[in-house]
């Protein structure tokens, strides 16, 4: 399964509520992850299962989505979460997207 | 608190071999499948290798089977890569990674691999 991840590249400034998109190329059936990469630093797993936020990520990072399409939403944006996105679907091989880098505007 | 050390990276020539180990801790390493992830500088994340618990079950993507060997030894909590016949394109950071109901709940901070003659 090919994952495609869009934009590649986000601008937002502080505060505004961003949504990244991940798009299969088969159905993943709800087997999706989401990774926060800073840069310099490993990743770091924030949502799986499409929906369910990992133990001490903040509640303004949200995932939905079904069949082939997803996103990860920052409600509210603030200065640290400017990083590298990539989603990994699970349900058939391992595969990570391509990657949004989110900036500040 | 789960630790997953990488070591054993370097600059190694085409063709050559290099083995990668990780030191885990912080939790029972025997529970849970483990796996090697790399990134190549300034591009993203790809999936190297998967081994189960007992270390008899592994899995590749098609760009290292038959090349790479992953394995484990749970009597030292350890995680290991080993590399042969390795390519320019195998230059990359290469993370250690638990693997939690296949995706991956905790990295290490990552070794770099460089071939180049």
């Known amino acids: 399964i090919q994952l495609t991840q869009s934009p590649s590249l986000l601008s937002a400034s502080v505060g505004d509520r961003v949504t990244l998109s991940c798009k299969g190329s088969q159905n993943i059936n709800n087997y999706l992850a989401w990774y926060q990469q800073k840069l310099g630093e490993a990743p770091k797993l924030l949502i799986y299962?499409?929906?369910s936020l990992q133990t001490g990520i903040p509640s303004r990072f949200s995932g939905s989505g079904s069949g082939t399409d997803y996103t990860l939403t920052i409600s509210s944006l603030h200065s640290e979460d400017l990083a590298t996105y990539y989603c990994y679907q699970y349900n058939n091989g391992w595969t990570f997207g391509g990657g949004t880098k989110l900036e500040l505007k | 608190e789960v630790q997953l050390v990488e070591s054993g990276g370097g600059l190694v020539q085409p063709g050559r071999s290099l083995k990668l180990s990780c030191a885990a801790s912080?939790?029972?390493?025997?529970?849970?499948?483990m796996a090697w992830v790399r990134q190549a500088p300034k591009k993203g994340l790809e999936w190297v290798a998967t081994i189960s618990t007992s270390g008899s079950r592994t899995y590749y993507p098609d760009s290292v089977k038959g090349r790479f060997t992953i394995s484990r030894d749970n009597a030292k909590s350890s995680l290991y890569l080993q590399m042969n016949s390795l390519k320019s394109e195998d230059t990359a950071t290469y993370y250690c990674?638990?693997?939690?109901?296949?995706?991956?709940?905790?990295w290490g901070q990552g070794v770099m691999v460089t071939v180049s003659s």
């Open positions: 990674a638990r693997s939690y109901g296949s995706f991956f709940d905790y």
């Open positions: 299962k499409t929906n």
């Open positions: 912080g939790f029972t390493f025997s529970n849970y499948y």
